[in-house]
């Protein structure tokens, strides 16, 4: 039963002055597995992540572009999931926090940040990550001041940043196989 | 010298609380052994506000309790939460230790109403310092219970029994052996902890003082941990709410018809609360921005910079937090006289999650998920919204993606329940950024005004000091001054407007920031005046032995050399003391005067909190603290005119980045004897000071308005 100060438009409104959303289908690797999505283009990954696809591990912080907590991969790159549009990732690769791990191994930047306890409340720690992951594969042997460089768009409320910075200087160690 | 009184939080019409009987209760959670407890702090709580400002009818005989399963796991059951300060981590240590169960076998049951005893909520750097000990205790207890068990099962008196990983053995013959589980299967065992129980000697810790690696960073590193934004239930729709722009306008009129056309979305209105809801969030937030809403905004000449007279305008009498000897007669002898006025301007908590809660309404109970400090506030918050019986509401907290006091208010979830009782469908509500910085309960604008003198022999011969709605939190000064006065003029934050253009509300270590920041600025100013070097001035005014211990501790990690400000060298050094614990920072700061940046270089801080349970833990609450407090001390500051907020993301409002990092260097003290103390906001209230007191030695410019931004640093020097 709906209630009655509760307008429901939908009925309400005849369906030709119906705002039509045009649903494209999108296709696009995610996580390694291939995806197909009908879905309006123009939406923002964040949202069809987290929605649409119940990938919840990508956070929405300030949708702005403006603290990197939605960071994800996109064909290796780093993104902000809430400034890309959907049709934007057609034919592309996504890569989020959840398709970091590979079956039960955590990725060694997982692990450093656990090691490191380079987080707190955790809600910045996918972004942190996966910012990090992107920053990796073009510096793999990064100085602090690097690192700093690379991760200063990634806003952290807890005050983290030193271990982060640290548990990112031992997952490249870790990935350059010790050297 | 005495412990700063902390307790100021208070709620509205509290009406009940945790109605559940013991019976019911320990029916819901089946078999094994119950040990039931008392958590000290919700008690002072519940007794500061006795006849108050609203009598609870609460339970005075626990609100805490532990199980040793059937299946011989441990839950600690508490309304406590978990938001990145580590409890779920530290909390379980202690009771593992203590019952001799391995860290793994212990789960925390945290701040769920329906299956945790009421809890006054998570703030005030207290979770260990008064959940500890009874925790502890209960553990102790448990340990004892299953002794007896054992005694009558292996027929061997208690004496001669040990316990260890879980199991309890024969001293002199280990193949006489039962486990917990096994000593738990079919009992239904309800112990209450009265009595005073020895617990374990600090010799005896195997798990506790220990560095132990964070519980839940395997589900934070993987993206399975779950916040209140992340649960999805069938059917569910995301609301969008029709804001005004400014606090106190009022809605004119609306035109909801192009809204209206997006496909599927349902729109809720009753009087002014305007609500969209689609199954996306972001067709929701799509919908909203085709309301067309017209505001009467009200027109007030109160904005950032006019705040500060206002604040002194309707200032009430004050309030005497402390108060000794004879001002004139200080007066008299004082051979230099400070007369200084501080200014501290709103700052926002800002977390990176912003408050969001889903809330489901089936069969006449609602259930609400909710990004909270204080779950069980919720929960009435929630019924009386509903007009539900509190016990027809049940509040889980999942993981609370920061708080720093701001999640203590819960007007999201209130949101939340009343669209899923109007829409008939679950309801998440998560605020965008915006609207969590213009219903942000901010740290209060204050101003602290101070009037000493020092002798010709170095010592500060009266102290006269004003604090005008920064409240009375770490105002009370521990210098040796013979003839002093501390008044505090309104009480610090206020949740409701009341002085303040809008909401304000407890900011980590509220009101001692502001306060710690005057203080130790004016006895800097006086020792630049005495010519002394500013430790040596602070020592030879001191005689606590703790806050000695934690200046020179920190002075000597850090290097500190005798010299008189400014020496050019950009070193400061600042003290205080909050919720039990005293801290000492010192900075090594960097001005660029052309443009007015600071550069905080390195800080080293020394803090003596009693027995540190984590001392990792510690350390990173110290780091996160001295971190966190380079925002408020160089930039943050929230700019608003007429109850409108103009600092709405991180654009303008700018909290440290990774480029802000000085070197940190943080000495717990070793003092294990001691009972521990708060943890988790001590560090930050030193930070305004350590940094104006390095930024005056370096350039001899003093600073009295925090945050001290580069065109405040610029003005300064102009002025100076």
Redesign the interface.
């Known amino acids: ?3 009655s ?6 009925y ?2 005849p369906e030709e ?5 045009m649903q494209e289908t999108i296709q696009f690797k995610l996580n390694g597995k291939p995806t197909k999505l009908a879905v ?1 283009s123009d ?2 990954l ?2 069809v992540l ?3 696809l ?11 572009n ?2 990197g ?1 939605c960071t994800v991969l996109l064909n290796n790159e780093a993104v902000r999931s809430c400034q890309t549009a959907v049709k934007e990732v057609q034919g592309k690769e996504v890569v ?3 398709g ?2 590979k079956n039960d191994t ?1 990725h060694p ?2 692990k450093a ?3 490191h ?1 380079a ?8 972004g942190m ?1 996966m910012n990090a992951y992107a920053f990796l594969q073009k510096n793999p042997r990064p100085s602090s001041s690097d ?3 690379g ?15 640290q548990a990112i200087q031992a997952a490249a160690t870790d990935m350059r196989g010790g050297f | 010298m005495k412990e700063d009184r902390y307790l100021e939080l208070d709620f509205t019409d509290r009406t009940s609380g945790f109605e559940m009987n013991r019976r019911e209760f320990i029916k819901l959670t089946g078999g094994g052994i119950y040990i039931l407890f008392t958590i000290g702090d919700s008690l002072d709580f519940l007794q500061e506000r006795q006849g108050r400002r609203f009598q609870p009818n609460l339970p005075t005989d626990f609100n805490a309790f532990l199980k040793i399963g059937e299946d011989g796991r441990v839950s600690c059951y508490t309304g406590k939460v978990e938001m990145g300060q580590g409890v779920v981590t530290s909390l379980a240590q202690m009771l593992a230790d203590e019952l001799d169960v391995p860290l793994d076998s212990v789960d925390m049951v945290m701040g769920d109403t329906d299956l945790c005893p009421w809890d006054m909520g998570t703030f005030g750097s207290m979770s260990t310092r008064f959940f500890g000990p009874p925790l502890r205790a209960a553990g102790a207890e448990g340990r004892r219970v299953l002794l007896e068990l054992a005694s009558e099962h292996l027929k061997t008196p208690v004496a001669n029994l040990v316990t260890e990983d879980g199991v309890v053995f024969d001293k002199t013959n280990k193949e006489s052996r039962v486990s917990y589980a096994e000593l738990a299967k079919g009992k239904k065992i309800e112990r209450h902890l009265k009595e005073p129980v020895t617990v374990k000697k600090l010799s005896e810790f195997k798990i506790m003082s220990k560095p132990v690696t964070r519980r839940d960073a395997r589900d934070k590193v993987t993206g399975k941990a779950k916040y209140a934004g992340d649960i999805h239930l069938p059917g569910m729709l995301y609301a969008k709410i029709l804001r005004p722009p400014a606090h106190g306008a009022k809605l004119i009129d609306v035109d909801l018809s192009e809204a209206k056309k997006v496909e599927d979305v349902q729109i809720v209105r009753e009087g002014d609360f305007v609500a969209v809801l689609h199954k996306y969030p972001d067709v929701a937030e799509l919908a909203l921005s085709k309301i067309k809403a017209r505001f009467d905004k009200p027109v007030s000449d109160i904005d950032d910079k006019t705040i500060f007279d206002h604040l002194l305008k309707v200032a009430p009498e004050g309030k005497v937090v402390a108060k000794d000897g004879d001002l004139q007669k200080g007066k008299n002898e004082a051979t230099a006289m400070f007369d200084e006025t501080y200014f501290d301007g709103y700052k926002a908590h800002a977390p990176i999650e912003p408050h969001t809660a889903v809330a489901s309404i089936q069969g006449g109970k609602a259930t609400v998920w909710a990004s909270s400090q204080t779950p069980f506030s919720v929960k009435e918050e929630v019924a009386k919204e509903l007009g539900f019986p509190p016990e027809k509401v049940r509040v889980i907290p999942p993981f609370v993606g920061g708080g720093f006091g701001g999640k203590t208010r819960n007007l999201q979830a209130v949101e939340a329940a009343r669209l899923a009782k109007l829409s008939g469908k679950p309801v998440q509500v998560a605020w965008s950024r915006k609207e969590e910085f213009f219903y942000d309960s901010f740290r209060p604008a204050a101003v602290v005004k101070i009037k000493s003198g020092i002798t010709d022999k170095g010592g500060i011969s009266f102290w006269d000091y004003h604090v005008y709605f920064a409240g009375e939190r770490g105002s009370q000064q521990f210098y040796n001054i013979p003839n002093q006065s501390t008044i505090a003029h309104g009480a610090g934050w206020q949740g409701t407007p009341g002085p303040h253009p809008f909401a304000t509300g407890p900011w980590r270590a509220p009101g001692n920031n502001t306060n710690t920041f005057a203080r130790e600025s004016q006895i800097d100013i006086m020792a630049a005046r005495a010519g002394v070097d500013p430790l040596e001035f602070r020592m030879q005014n001191l005689t606590d032995k703790k806050i000695q211990r934690v200046l020179k501790t920190a002075a000597e990690k850090f290097g500190w050399t005798s010299a008189k400000a400014p020496s050019g060298r950009g070193y400061g050094i600042a003290c205080g003391t909050d919720a039990g614990t005293y801290v000492a920072t010192v900075a090594e700061v960097e001005v660029d005067k052309a443009t007015g940046n600071v550069k905080v270089k390195r800080v080293v801080c020394a803090q003596d909190m009693g027995l540190a349970i984590n001392p990792e833990g510690a350390a990173i609450q110290v780091e996160g603290c001295i971190t966190m407090g380079l925002g408020y001390a160089l930039k943050e500051d929230i700019h608003f005119k007429s109850g409108e907020i103009l600092d709405l993301n991180f654009d303008t409002y700018e909290i440290p980045r990774f480029s802000w990092l000085p070197k940190i260097e943080t000495i717990i003290i070793d003092n294990k004897e001691s009972d521990p103390q708060g943890g988790g906001e001590p560090a930050i209230i030193t930070m305004g000071a350590v940094v104006a007191n390095a930024i005056y030695d370096a350039i001899g410019v003093r600073l009295f308005q925090i945050p001290m931004a580069p065109e405040r640093i610029k003005e300064a020097m102009k002025g100076g």
């Open positions: 039963m709906t209630p100060n509760v307008q429901t438009a939908n309400l409104i002055m119906k705002e039509t959303i309006d939406r923002m964040l949202w987290r929605t649409d119940g990938l919840t591990g990508t956070k929405y912080g300030c949708g702005e403006l603290c907590a989020t926090i959840e970091l791990a955590l930047l997982q940040f656990m090691e306890d987080l707190q409340c955790g809600y910045c720690t996918p990550i690192i700093i460089q991760m200063e768009d990634n806003l952290c409320r807890c005050g983290a940043h030193s271990r982060i910075v």
